[in-house]
């Protein structure tokens, strides 16, 4: 090979390689991005959830009778009796089913404004 020849294939493979890079920002950091996503998943998945779990934990502690009820097999009814562990649930004239708490999907509150 020639002079000029090694010359311009050694300036080409000089130009093809990226230069070092200086100091990247903050938001460069591979371990900065990660906890960014991190602390996104905790404010946008994890702490809604806990939330929803506090509120349902607290209206099923506040069970009643006569609060309307769907279970999470979609059953509806009127909630009858509670017991410690259990909640007797009223489906039909003369249909009583008994459920246990956790089953309880949604609660619908006795309407204790309205008086006729």
Sequence with gaps: MTPNLIFICNSIIAQATPAAKGPEGILGSPFVMMGLMVVMFYFLMIRPQQRQRKEMAARIASLQSGDKVVTSSGIHG???????????????????????????????????????
């Design 78 to 116: 009127i909630v009858h009796n509670v017991k410690d562990q259990t909640v007797i649930v009223k489906v039909a004239e003369g249909t009583m089913l008994e459920f246990d708490k956790p089953a309880i999907s949604t609660v619908h509150k006795k309407d204790t404004s309205s008086t006729k």
